[in-house]
C-alpha cells in the first residue's frame, strides 16, 4: 500500500507495465477492495487484468461479483479466454447458477474456444453442481478424457448426487481406459460411499488406495471412511479407527463423528468426541447443544451457549440462494431485507399450512433452548431454504423445477418440509447443501433419507 501511494504520488500508477503487478499483489493478498479500486482507475484493462479480478473475485467467494466481472468483460469489447471461462465456470458452480452457466457454454461455443481438460473438468463440474448431472453426463461422454481432471470432475458429481452405484461403475470404466486414478479420485469414490452408505465399498477401496495405487491416505481420506461408519451408525468401529489413525485427527473428521453422535443420540460419545477437538467452531456447539436438548438436558445445552457467547464465536449464518429471472437472490435466516418479504412470507406461511394438512410435523426437538412449542416451531419456519422455495413459488409459474444452493447442512425439519411441500405443489425442489444434493420428486428425496 506504502508502494501503492509512493506511485500515485510521483505519477507512475498509470503506466500499463507497473499497475498489472501491484494488481496481482492486492488479489494474491485477498485485498479485492483495494484491488477493486486500483483496477476500475485503470486506464487501459488488459485481458490479464480481467482475469485477474475474476480469478481473486472467486477465491474471495465473491461469487457474484465474479459473475458481473465476466459480463462487463464481455461487454468490453475485449475476447475471454480459456482462463476466463474456467474461473467464471467455477463462480457458477459455486454459486449454483445454472441459467449463467449454460449462457457462458453457449458463449464458449460461439467463440469457438478449443477445449482442454481444465475447461472440461470445468463445465462438467458447473452442470453438476447446479443440479444438472444429466448434462454433466454428457458432457464428459463426449470430450477427451485422457486427463484424471475430467474423470475426477464426473465421479465427485456423481458422489455429490449420492449415486454410489454409478460412481462404482465409472471407476471401473476409468481404469479399463487406462488412466491412474489420484488422492483426489479416491476421495470421491469415499465420499460416495459415504453419502449411500455403502460400507464394505468404502472398506475396500480405502485398502486399495496404498495396496494397488501406492497411495498414502491422507486425512481426507481417513475422514471420509469415518464419515461412511459414522454415517452406518457403526459409531464406535469409527472412534476405534480415529483412535488408530496414522495421521493426527483433524476437527473435520472428529466433526463428523459428533454429528453422527446427535443423530443417534449417542450422548457420552458426543461428550468425549468434543472433548477430543483442539477448538470448536459454531457448528460443534450447535451439535452437543442438540445432543443435549434431545436429551432434554437443557441446562447443559444452555451452559454450552454460554461459553460459546464468552469465546465470542459468532453462529454460522445459515445462507441460501436461488436463481430466478436470470439474477440470483440471496436469503438468511429470518430474513426480512428482500423488497418482496411480506408476499415471501405470506406464501411460506401457506406453504407450510398446506404441509401439516398433508402430514408434515415440524421438528421442534431440533430447537436447542428450552422454550414453548410454539416458539420452537416458529424458530424453524423462517430458515433461509424455506424462504428461498418460497421467493421460487412465488415468482415462477406451476410445475417449474426448484433449485436452491445453501452454505451448511440442510436440518432435518426443513428436510421433512421439502419433501411434503414438493408433494403439495407437485413439483421437483432440487437442494444443494454443504455436503450433498436432495432431489425433493413426490413427497420423496432421492437420499432416501440417508444424509
Not at 458481473?68 to 482462463?83: A, E, H, K, T
Not at 458463449?107 to 463445465?123: Q, W
Not at 408476499?343 to 408434515?360: C, F, M, N, P, T
Request: proline content about 2%.
Amino acid at each position: 500500500m506504502e508502494i501503492h501511494c509512493h506511485l500515485t504520488k510521483v505519477g507512475l500508477l498509470s503506466n500499463q507495465h507497473i499497475t498489472p503487478p501491484l494488481l496481482k499483489l492486492y488479489i494474491s493478498h485477498d485485498c479485492l477492495l483495494e484491488a477493486r479500486e486500483l483496477f476500475w482507475r485503470m486506464p487501459a484493462k488488459d485481458l490479464v487484468s480481467w482475469n485477474s479480478m475474476i480469478a481473486g473475485a472467486v477465491r474471495s467467494s465473491h461469487l457474484k461479483d465474479a459473475m458481473n466481472l465476466f459480463s462487463r468483460l464481455v461487454s468490453s469489447g475485449l475476447v475471454p479466454d480459456g482462463f476466463s471461462f474456467s474461473s467464471v465456470l467455477s463462480a457458477c458452480a459455486r454459486a449454483g447458477a445454472r441459467r449463467y452457466g449454460v449462457w457462458v457454454h453457449e458463449l464458449m461455443t460461439e467463440l469457438g474456444v478449443e477445449m482442454n481438460h481444465i475447461l472440461s473438468s470445468a463445465l462438467v463440474d458447473m452442470y453438476a453442481k447446479c443440479g444438472r448431472i444429466d448434462v454433466a453426463t454428457e458432457i464428459f461422454n463426449t470430450v477427451k478424457r485422457n486427463h484424471i481432471s475430467v474423470w475426477n470432475a464426473m465421479i465427485s458429481g456423481l458422489a455429490a448426487h449420492g449415486l454410489g452405484s454409478e460412481v462404482v461403475i465409472l471407476f471401473r470404466k476409468m481404469k479399463s481406459e487406462e488412466v491412474v486414478p489420484d488422492g483426489v479420485t479416491f476421495v470421491a469414490l469415499l465420499t460416495a460411499c459415504s453419502h449411500c452408505g455403502m460400507v464394505e465399498e468404502a472398506r475396500h477401496y480405502f485398502k486399495s488406495m496404498a495396496r494397488d495405487y501406492s497411495i498414502t491416505p491422507e486425512v481426507e481420506h481417513y475422514g471420509a471412511l469415518v464419515d461412511t461408519l459414522s454415517r452406518a451408525g457403526l459409531l464406535d468401529e469409527a472412534y476405534n479407527f480415529v483412535r488408530s489413525m496414522n495421521v493426527k485427527p483433524d476437527n473435520v473428521i472428529w466433526r463428523a463423528l459428533l454429528s453422527a453422535c446427535r443423530r443417534y443420540r449417542q450422548t457420552k460419545l458426543g461428550e468425549v468426541t468434543a472433548e477430543h477437538m483442539a477448538c470448536h467452531g459454531s457448528g460443534d456447539y450447535t451439535l452437543l447443544s442438540n445432543i443435549y436438548s434431545s436429551a432434554n438436558r437443557w441446562n447443559d445445552s444452555e451452559e454450552l451457549w454460554k461459553q460459546r457467547k464468552q469465546k465470542k464465536i459468532r453462529k454460522s449464518r445459515g445462507l441460501s440462494w436461488v436463481e430466478v429471472g436470470g439474477s440470483t437472490h440471496e436469503f438468511k435466516a429470518g430474513d426480512r431485507s428482500h423488497p418482496d418479504t411480506e408476499d415471501i412470507y405470506r406464501v411460506l406461511h401457506g406453504l407450510s399450512e398446506r404441509a401439516k394438512v398433508e402430514g408434515y410435523a415440524p421438528l421442534t426437538e431440533l430447537v436447542t433452548k428450552d422454550v414453548s412449542e410454539e416458539e420452537r416451531e416458529e424458530n424453524l419456519t423462517f430458515h433461509s431454504e424455506k424462504l428461498a422455495v418460497a421467493y421460487s413459488v412465488l415468482k415462477t409459474g406451476p410445475g417449474t423445477e426448484i433449485m436452491v444452493s445453501k452454505n451448511l447442512q440442510t436440518c432435518s425439519d426443513c428436510h421433512e418440509w421439502m419433501k411434503t411441500v414438493s408433494k403439495v405443489l407437485c413439483r421437483v425442489i432440487i437442494m444443494r447443501d454443504r455436503i450433498r444434493f436432495h432431489r425433493f420428486e413426490s413427497g420423496c428425496c432421492s437420499c432416501k433419507d440417508y444424509w
